[in-house]
């Protein structure tokens, strides 16, 4: 029973977790906690991998834990072994990478203890069958993650991304509880086949939609609760920040498809797919061009997390507009987008963010302005780097770009949707979509070109040194598996089919392992069709071809000139792209609006030997228009409230006995 051996394997990683306590100074510490979290990893990766291919029926397990009342119950099913499938792959290659990054750690005993637990925690929200178990393991989660961040509390910055982390994570708590409490309706039956069962109403199935967005779109980074995202995952350890971004994300969106297409026993209503529909095109476009305003490596990769979120949203959104309008089949196209970007996402914005680790180890450096030229100290991680940047950009023939086309051949299925605002919608986010994957491209033209090409920015940059060759293998295997689901997605695809028909009613793609070539024709050949694997081989072929007609029939004969400065006569650094240079065009055509983007020129008269300047002001609207008002409101409130302090005798009892009375009549009008 696979079962009760991942439950074991979760207590054994809590059991590392207050071993590390232990070992975390001695010498070879972190090598062992990283190894037994390395191992415990794969045989769990095994063990659900096995279980998912198998197909067999959900397990169950209670446990006499938690509520008295209740008990504590785990299952495992398809939709549960496909996303500890992501978190055990997630774990396995963060804790390989770990086992060299980890000997650079300032802070090993901060970080150590948390990891293991860290990975438990992930590991028991996806294994939990009931609504205290699940937010007990979902606060577990947030608390050891939120301690990772705050590993390096004593810069400033990470101890302000700490509290809002904080103050967002219980905000999604708040809104899951409230979810499963009106899920669970009066008679309290909050183990998840009782939920499952029960017969809820439009209403109620609308509330969870909402409380669910909220709860896990807030763990998630959907916009506009995205904001604690770029200034956590960059405070953590690379490898944490790995786990964070890459598949604590993927648990948000767990909860998300566990609430909205299992325990909700009824379909949502289509404006509710079209709700989601819309944030998550609003998220993807908003992520990309946030992100490429970024010179931070890590907060980078962190707003590309929400732009790929909102991906998965948009697959989320069409598959409950289909079910909806009970066209199964077309659900099951979006729900096979989703969940491929699910696991594509968590393969390569984990090899990017270790790829940034590697650099941050070798320079201690992680602004593109002070980087530049890594290619050559580096050329393993510059290729590793590369090909998660290719991946992330949609490009064949690597699996970003199988997800993406499959998104849009959901989004072609639209027009056979009967409500006229889904039928001007659907194409609006197509369009988004199309954008940010536009924007995606060039952001990441931006990071590697100015990371790791022309010449070394500081003295840093220009004494970097390879890394070691546990994160070498680590960013490879990623890199691997990311080449892999790109040529062979049928794979990939029948291997999520018990995970669609779970969600979907038993409708799933049709089997595409039989297909010729394995080519990938997700309703049929006539009308949609892809072939990784031959895109591989024409680009391999036409590449030697070229090298070989350039090599072999050009001509031999030199030729003397003035050698092509490329317009830089000087040699500095300084006279290169910059990454705000990169960025300025697309700044200026889309940062006026979206961010209010002001730039200052202020030119020198003649004569006047000072240096000119261009100062550029950005505004953040999400933040000003949404979340400074509350926080002006929270202050004055507090600040009022702080009377209370200084109150005389009399006076509090007047207000005790006040607020008792008022409770009182509440209590009776209730009735």
Same mark, same amino acid.
């Given at each position: 029973?696979?079962?009760?051996?991942?439950?074991?394997?979760?207590?054994?990683?809590?059991?590392?977790?207050?071993?590390?306590?232990?070992?975390?100074?001695?010498?070879?510490?972190?090598?062992?906690?990283?190894?037994?979290?390395?191992?415990?990893?794969?045989?769990?990766?095994?063990?659900?991998?096995?279980?998912?291919?198998?197909?067999?029926?959900?397990?169950?397990?209670?446990?006499?834990?938690?509520?008295?009342?209740?008990?504590?119950?785990?299952?495992?099913? &398809?939709?549960?072994?496909?996303?500890?499938?992501?978190?055990?792959? @997630?774990?396995?290659?963060?804790?390989?990478? $770990?086992?060299?990054?980890?000997?650079?750690?300032?802070?090993?005993?901060?970080?150590?203890?948390?990891?293991?637990?860290?990975?438990?925690?992930?590991?028991?929200?996806?294994?939990?069958?009931?609504?205290?178990?699940?937010?007990?393991?979902?606060?577990?989660?947030?608390?050891?993650?939120?301690?990772?961040?705050?590993?390096?509390?004593?810069?400033?910055?990470?101890?302000?991304?700490?509290?809002?982390?904080?103050?967002?994570?219980?905000?999604?708590?708040?809104?899951?509880?409230?979810?499963? !409490?009106?899920?669970?309706?009066?008679?309290?039956?909050?183990?998840?086949?009782?939920?499952?069962?029960?017969?809820?109403?439009?209403?109620?199935?609308?509330?969870?939609?909402?409380? =669910?967005?909220?709860?896990?779109?807030?763990?998630?980074?959907?916009?506009?609760?995205?904001?604690?995202?770029?200034?956590?995952?960059?405070?953590?350890?690379?490898?944490?920040?790995?786990?964070?971004?890459?598949?604590?994300?993927?648990?948000?969106?767990?909860?998300?498809?566990?609430?909205?297409?299992?325990?909700?026993?009824?379909?949502?209503?289509?404006?509710?797919? !079209?709700?989601?529909?819309?944030?998550?095109?609003?998220? =993807?476009?908003?992520?990309?061009?946030?992100?490429?305003?970024?010179?931070?490596?890590?907060?980078?990769?962190?707003?590309?997390?929400?732009?790929?979120?909102?991906?998965?949203?948009?697959?989320?959104?069409?598959?409950?507009?289909?079910?909806?309008?009970?066209?199964?089949?077309? =659900?099951?196209?979006?729900?096979?987008? &989703?969940?491929?970007?699910?696991?594509?996402?968590?393969?390569?914005?984990?090899?990017?963010?270790?790829?940034?680790?590697?650099?941050?180890?070798?320079?201690?450096?992680?602004?593109?302005?002070?980087?530049?030229?890594?290619?050559? #100290?580096?050329?393993?991680?510059?290729?590793?780097?590369?090909?998660?940047?290719?991946?992330?950009?949609?490009?064949?023939?690597?699996?970003?770009?199988?997800?993406?086309?499959?998104?849009?051949?959901?989004?072609?299925?639209?027009?056979?949707?009967?409500?006229?605002?889904?039928?001007?919608?659907?194409? &609006?986010?197509?369009?988004?979509?199309?954008?940010?994957?536009?924007?995606?491209?060039?952001?990441?033209?931006? $990071?590697?070109?100015?990371?790791?090409?022309?010449? #070394?920015?500081?003295?840093?940059?220009?004494?970097?040194?390879?890394?070691?060759?546990?994160?070498?293998?680590?960013?490879?295997?990623?890199?691997?598996?990311?080449?892999?689901?790109?040529?062979?997605?049928?794979?990939?695809?029948?291997?999520? !089919?018990?995970?669609?028909?779970?969600?979907?009613?038993?409708?799933?793609?049709?089997?595409?392992?039989?297909?010729?070539?394995?080519?990938?024709?997700?309703?049929?050949?006539?009308?949609?069709?892809?072939?990784?694997?031959?895109?591989?081989?024409?680009?391999?072929?036409?590449?030697?071809?070229?090298?070989?007609?350039?090599?072999?029939?050009?001509?031999?004969?030199?030729?003397?000139?003035?050698?092509?400065?490329? @317009?830089?006569?000087?040699?500095? #650094?300084?006279?290169?792209?910059?990454?705000?240079?990169?960025?300025?065009?697309?700044?200026?055509?889309?940062?006026?609006?979206?961010?209010? =983007?002001?730039?200052?020129?202020?030119?020198?008269?003649?004569?006047?030997?000072?240096?000119?300047?261009?100062?550029?002001?950005?505004?953040?609207?999400?933040?000003?228009?949404?979340?400074?008002?509350?926080?002006?409101?929270?202050?004055?409130?507090?600040?009022? &409230?702080?009377?209370?302090?200084?109150?005389?005798?009399?006076?509090?009892?007047?207000?005790?006995?006040?607020?008792?009375?008022?409770?009182?009549?509440?209590?009776?009008?209730?009735?």
């Amino acid at each position: 029973m696979p079962l009760p051996v991942l439950l074991m394997l979760s207590m054994a990683l809590l059991a590392i977790s207050i071993y590390a306590v232990a070992v975390a100074r001695q010498p070879g510490g972190s090598r062992r906690v990283y190894g037994a979290a390395l191992a415990i990893s794969t045989l769990a990766l095994i063990l659900t991998l096995t279980h998912l291919l198998t197909a067999p029926e959900p397990v169950t397990l209670t446990l006499p834990l938690g509520l008295p009342w209740l008990g504590a119950h785990f299952r495992l099913d &398809a939709l549960s072994a496909f996303f500890l499938i992501v978190v055990n792959l @997630g774990g396995g290659v963060a804790s390989l990478f $770990a086992l060299g990054y980890g000997q650079h750690e300032r802070a090993p005993e901060r970080v150590l203890p948390f990891f293991p637990a860290f990975l438990a925690g992930m590991s028991l929200v996806v294994l939990a069958d009931d609504a205290f178990t699940f937010l007990f393991a979902w606060e577990f989660m947030s608390l050891t993650s939120w301690a990772l961040v705050m590993a390096h509390h004593q810069e400033p910055a990470n101890a302000r991304a700490g509290y809002l982390y904080l103050v967002m994570a219980c905000f999604g708590t708040l809104a899951l509880l409230l979810a499963f !409490g009106v899920m669970a309706g009066p008679n309290g039956g909050y183990d998840f086949a009782t939920i499952r069962a029960g017969d809820m109403s439009p209403g109620v199935a609308t509330a969870a939609l909402f409380l =669910a967005l909220l709860g896990a779109g807030s763990k998630a980074g959907l916009v506009p609760l995205h904001v604690w995202l770029p200034l956590a995952h960059p405070a953590a350890p690379s490898h944490v920040s790995a786990l964070m971004s890459g598949v604590m994300t993927k648990v948000a969106i767990y909860g998300f498809i566990r609430i909205v297409f299992d325990l909700v026993s009824q379909p949502i209503p289509w404006w509710g797919g !079209g709700l989601v529909l819309a944030l998550g095109g609003i998220t =993807a476009a908003l992520g990309v061009l946030y992100a490429l305003m970024q010179h931070d490596l890590k907060r980078l990769l962190a707003y590309h997390t929400v732009e790929n979120i909102g991906i998965i949203f948009i697959g989320l959104g069409l598959a409950i507009a289909f079910q909806a309008n009970l066209m199964y089949a077309s =659900a099951a196209m979006a729900l096979t987008a &989703a969940l491929f970007h699910v696991l594509n996402h968590s393969l390569f914005k984990s090899l990017l963010f270790l790829g940034t680790g590697a650099v941050l180890t070798a320079t201690g450096e992680r602004d593109m302005e002070r980087l530049g030229g890594l290619i050559h #100290p580096m050329p393993w991680t510059a290729l590793a780097f590369l090909i998660g940047a290719a991946a992330i950009s949609a490009l064949p023939p690597l699996n970003g770009f199988v997800s993406e086309w499959l998104t849009f051949q959901a989004i072609l299925l639209t027009p056979e949707l009967p409500q006229w605002l889904l039928k001007f919608l659907a194409p &609006a986010v197509g369009a988004l979509l199309a954008l940010s994957a536009a924007l995606a491209a060039a952001c990441f033209v931006k $990071a590697f070109g100015i990371t790791f090409l022309g010449r #070394p920015r500081s003295p840093a940059a220009a004494q970097a040194q390879e890394t070691d060759r546990y994160s070498l293998a680590a960013m490879f295997t990623l890199a691997a598996l990311c080449l892999l689901a790109g040529i062979l997605p049928g794979l990939v695809v029948d291997g999520l !089919g018990p995970v669609v028909g779970l969600l979907n009613g038993e409708a799933r793609l049709v089997a595409q392992h039989n297909q010729p070539w394995l080519t990938l024709a997700p309703i049929v050949d006539a009308k949609s069709s892809y072939n990784g694997l031959l895109v591989l081989t024409f680009m391999a072929l036409s590449g030697t071809a070229a090298a070989f007609l350039i090599h072999r029939l050009a001509s031999n004969a030199l030729r003397r000139g003035p050698a092509w400065d490329c @317009g830089f006569p000087d040699a500095s #650094p300084a006279t290169q792209y910059t990454a705000g240079s990169f960025a300025q065009p697309i700044r200026r055509v889309f940062g006026s609006i979206v961010f209010q =983007a002001r730039e200052q020129v202020t030119m020198p008269p003649p004569g006047n030997g000072s240096p000119a300047k261009l100062e550029v002001k950005m505004r953040d609207p999400v933040w000003d228009y949404a979340y400074m008002p509350i926080t002006t409101a929270v202050v004055a409130a507090s600040t009022r &409230a702080n009377d209370l302090q200084y109150l005389t005798i009399r006076r509090y009892l007047s207000l005790v006995f006040g607020a008792l009375v008022a409770l009182l009549l509440g209590m009776a009008l209730w009735r």
